[in-house]
């Protein structure tokens, strides 16, 4: 099976930054897109960042600036680097992988979430 697993949550000041991980495991043929979302309570999930194969990067508006998002092909992980945070940013955030396997199928994968609260 392929699993995603998020760390790097936690309770962090305005202004403040954190730096969200997603590791991968299990066979994965290529990977298509990788992204970031987010979930407030009483919200829609929505997207926050994406990046593809080939290192094209695209952002939400409300992240422009202050968000990174990054992979690491030899530590099969990919980051989010999040600065200047503001309450509003507080959410759980999972990261997804789109990805084909070996016999060209194509699959979402999800991690469980790991919950950001920006509060002084």
């Known amino acids: 099976q392929v699993q995603l697993v998020e760390s790097g949550g936690g309770l962090v000041q305005p202004g403040g930054s954190l730096r969200l991980s997603c590791a991968t495991s299990g066979i994965i043929f290529s990977i298509d897109v990788m992204g970031w979302y987010r979930q407030a309570p009483g919200k829609q999930r929505e997207l926050v960042a994406t990046i593809t194969s080939g290192g094209t990067t695209n952002y939400a508006d409300s992240v422009k600036g202050r968000f990174t998002i990054s992979s690491d092909n030899a530590k099969n992980t990919m980051y989010l680097q999040m600065n200047s945070l503001k309450p509003e940013d507080t959410a759980v955030y999972y990261c997804?992988?789109?990805?084909?396997?070996?016999?060209?199928?194509?699959?979402?994968?999800w991690g469980q979430g790991t919950l950001v609260t920006v509060s002084s």
């Open positions: 997804n992988v789109y990805y084909k396997t070996r016999d060209g199928n194509a699959w979402d994968a």
